[in-house]
């Protein structure tokens, strides 16, 4: 489990040509390790930064980890050793 390794590269393109490139990768199993890393991070974040996240303590319901966790949860996840990288780029 300590051997493995992920990275994934993601791209975001608008119809106007505007892109949003992200980058997320560790060290170690991304099935367990990383999983293990995603969720405690997550749960952290709610117990200990409420105030901190998106729409605070009003915002509710289905969200995605990042329109409900966003940086909270990325500065945590970096802080624990994960790269997680977002850029944007203007189309041309």
Known sequence: ????????ELVGTATDGRQVRGL???????GNRATVKFVC?????????IDELPGGQTRGGIL???TGLGEVLAERLRRAGMTV???LSHGG
């Open 85 to 87: 990288n977002v850029t």
């Open 64 to 66: 995605t980890p990042a």
């Open 41 to 49: 991070e997550s749960a952290l974040s709610l117990a200990l930064q």
């Open 1 to 8: 489990m300590n051997e493995g390794w992920f990275s994934c």
């Open 24 to 30: 997320i990768r560790d060290q170690g199993d991304p």
